[in-house]
């Protein structure tokens, strides 16, 4: 059974969205991989437009639930950080202990386009905290985007790509996805190592207690 | 027990943050419930910027993992969108099945925000997409945000409050985080009357079987 990796991004907002998922479904089958892509499934009609908004988050939850990894293309979209949609699945991929990765196709890094979003107004307070014009502090961890997102991925050993695309193929370019595809190759052979050397269910599977 | 609230949101990025914090436990306290607040444990030091990062990140997962609840402070941050930290959070908490509210200090709606972004500069397709001079298209959905985050709210019956703040009190205005509060003392109760009618631990729990 090849792992199934959901695949997501703001790439569903293109007018070309089936043409991009498409070549990921390929490349995914070229590595080894089956893809899940938000969009796949048809989305059951709904009476309002929050109905069928609530419909598509049901899929889409359902899609990650049967999926064994996630690669999230984090590329900055309306703005300087990644898309709000992805960093959800992100946080929910990472909390169910699958396979994560993320690529952007932005080379700034996150307190980069920070620093570009104040016109570079930054001031230092007594705590060493750097803060912008209206007070806010700046992550500078040397991440892509927030230490949620860079964090949950490098902390479980996932690869975080950098690529930087053209401006006119920012969501269109695949290089970073077919980098996390390779090290998803090399990730699955390492957790099905650790499954036969009898690492306990509990440090791989997620549980909760609530 | 008290139930153990999460409190995620970008008010982690003001200068008074930990007032703000110290307020939200308060309240916390206040509706019978234990805050548990991303910044109240000290973070290991790192040699690095980016092991600080990841630091942060590991401790706030844990402090995610031991709670029963989230508030999640959808509030747009530096953009249109919420904070992607928080999302992340949001996702990851929903993903564990744990009980899920959410806050925002602006009225307009996510439609409204990317609309006002086009400067009102919106097509329609043959498709009916509603999308932007670049192309991307546009969610209308009667949303405060992305869909997986209403969605994912709403779909398990969490409050979304939506409250007009004044501009100085974006960050800090806490009406929505309190209705929040009030509706997570009904929903726990329910949440309670379902375990106690026999509601099979599957439909409560996460589980995970990758």
Known sequence: MPLKIYTAGPEVFLPNAREIMDKKTALCRQY??????????DIPPSDTKK????????????MMDSADAIIANLTPFRG???DVGTCFELGYMCAQRKLVAAYTNIAE????????????????DADGYKRGPDGLSLEDFEMIDNLMMHGGVERRGGPVVVHAAAADAL??????????LKALVILQKEKAAARDEGIRPEELDASNDD
């Open 32 to 41: 080894g991989f089956e893809a899940i892509c938000p969009g796949d499934l």
């Open 109 to 124: 890094c996150h307190y980069e386009r920070t620093l570009a979003y104040y016109g570079g107004k930054i001031t230092e």
């Open 80 to 82: 300087i950080a990644a």
């Open 51 to 62: 109905g069928f908004g609530l419909a598509i988050s049901r899929v889409d939850e359902e």
């Open 171 to 180: 969501y269109t370019d695949l290089t970073g996805f077919e980098e996390c």
